[in-house]
């Protein structure tokens, strides 16, 4: 760093400092009303002393300086980390914005500032302070624990070959966004999320707009993209919102994204050319909507209860595009790592087109097979094979168009046999051409279907598969860099 430059950044934190002296000084009434300020003060009573005083934007070049700005900061303020490697000490927030003045950290540009070696930012009891535009490459990656809220972490680049997960969120409403996790080859998941205790987990974590790339993690388990919840965390209602964000080269777990608590939402999200799915593995009451999943080497799997899965779009995988779960226990009331039947699910209004195979599986040949799941209103494409392999039980079908596959296990009264006209559209999506028969045929009501894969109004009687056909508005395509990521808008 130039001479000049440092000098400039020094006096400015000088200037800081002699500005929240006067500050302080000039509110005699609330000095004498607090007691001297001790080490064991949580981070309310250090709040109640924040210095009153307009917000500003600071600059620093030091872990030191960052620290200390930090202590003093108050909501609105801005501080820029000067460009350069930080990589070691603790920057801790201390104090919490609100929700329309945030405390933003931030890189002077996007990635022009790194957490690097064994430098970490804690975030500990602090809510509204923003995180931005860092590369994280340190031992310590990034934590946002139980007890901070609302804090907001976006356009970072998470990278390096650190054990365990480069970031994990165990606070509410933590917003993750904006930023791209990428290269990694060891061990361990781009994104974590937990909550308190052992069963609890987080509440309301919106994750979008992020960039999930190359994970290249060689093991049999423990290189997902996302993953939402544990096993003993399955039944913790996380009510999390996983939406427009792009996997690519997902390849470090059979898992991009793998939900492990229940009452969430995964939509409008695309996965490219990546080994993971779209996983359920544990929980009840998620819903799988308007999802693009092409190539790679399968789509959309789900175990437990009550999900809905609608509207998604997979193709062009090697592999098996829908699975059903069967498990090896029926109900997991106890929260163990046991994959539990499928039950009470409705897969509808997907399009599923198989490249060889199967198309859509149930059981998973475990113990206990998936039961009282709807199949209905699909299209089902496959290149021989069979459009449904395995049982269940009470399973239901109705609706769906079926091509290139004998029906396999799906009653004939399940479908109908004819060509659904699909043509690549824009991404490559296969989409409706005039007088295919999927439109208007569909036979089920399903409300919770009012909307395609544009999220535009379904017309008339609905169309089977993703798309309503000619339906008003702009088509979606599958997310490119250009949507996602740091330097998106
Ligand atoms: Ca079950
Ligand atoms: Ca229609």
């Not at 994204?257 to 939402?265: D, G, H, L, P, Q």
């Not at 039980?393 to 109908?416: R, W």
Request: proline share 4%; charged share 15%.
């Amino acid at each position: 760093m130039e001479r000049k430059t440092r000098r400039k950044i020094v006096l400015g934190v000088v200037f800081a400092t002699a500005v929240a002296v006067p500050s302080a000084i000039a509110w005699p009434s609330l000095a004498a009303q607090t007691p001297a300020q001790t080490p064991t003060q949580t981070p309310a009573q250090a709040a109640a002393q924040t210095p009153t005083r307009a917000p500003r934007t600071v600059t620093v070049s030091s872990v030191q300086q960052l620290s200390a700005a930090l202590d003093v900061a108050v909501p609105g303020d801005r501080i820029t980390v000067a460009a350069g490697r930080y990589a070691s000490g603790i920057i801790k927030a201390t104090r919490s914005g609100t929700g329309d003045k945030p405390i933003t950290i931030s890189a002077a540009s996007v990635g022009a500032a790194e957490i690097a070696g064994s430098a970490q930012i804690q975030l500990a009891g602090v809510s509204h302070v923003v995180v931005q535009g860092f590369v994280f490459s340190s031992t310590a990656g990034l934590d946002v624990p139980v007890g901070a809220t609302a804090n907001r972490i976006t356009r970072n680049v998470f990278q390096g070959n650190k054990s365990g997960a480069f970031l994990s969120v165990s606070a509410d409403d933590t917003e993750v966004d904006h930023n791209m996790f990428q290269n990694k080859k060891s061990a361990g998941v781009y994104l974590q999320v937990n909550g308190p205790g052992a069963h609890g987990m987080a509440q309301r974590v919106h994750v979008h707009h992020n960039y999930f790339f190359n994970h290249q993690f060689k093991g049999d388990n423990g290189g997902e993209s996302i993953r939402f919840g544990l096993s003993g965390r399955q039944h913790g209602d996380a009510r999390g919102l996983i939406e427009y964000n792009l996997f690519e080269k997902a390849d470090g777990d059979s898992e991009a994204i793998s939900v492990k608590s229940s009452n969430n939402v995964v939509r409008y999200n695309t996965l490219l050319n990546s080994r993971g799915t779209i996983s359920l593995r544990h929980g009840w009451g998620t819903t799988v909507e308007g999802n693009f999943v092409i190539g790679g080497r399968s789509g959309i799997r789900f175990f437990g209860n009550n999900h809905t899965v609608i509207n998604n779009v997979v193709q062009d995988s090697s592999g098996l595009p829908m699975e059903v779960g069967g498990g090896e226990i029926r109900d997991d009331t106890n929260s163990t790592t046991a994959h539990e039947a499928a039950d009470h699910c409705v897969v509808a209004f997907n399009t599923l087109v198989g490249t060889g195979g199967n198309v859509v599986k149930y059981g998973s040949g475990k113990k206990f097979p998936p039961s009282d799941v709807t199949l209905a209103d699909n299209i089902i494409v496959g290149k021989g094979g069979s459009a449904v392999a395995g049982t269940g039980g009470a399973l239901k079908f109705g609706g769906n168009i079926l091509n290139g596959a004998s029906a396999g296990t799906m009653p004939a009264s399940g479908f109908t046999s004819a060509d659904p006209r699909l043509a690549r559209g824009a991404g490559t999506v296969f989409r409706l051409s005039a007088g295919s028969p999927a439109i208007d045929a569909a036979t089920g009501s399903f409300p919770q279907v009012t909307l395609d894969i544009d999220r535009v109004a379904r017309t008339g009687t609905k169309d089977v598969g993703a798309d309503e056909f000619a339906a008003s508005g702009p088509q979606a395509r599958p997310l490119t860099t250009a949507d996602v990521g740091p330097q998106a808008p």
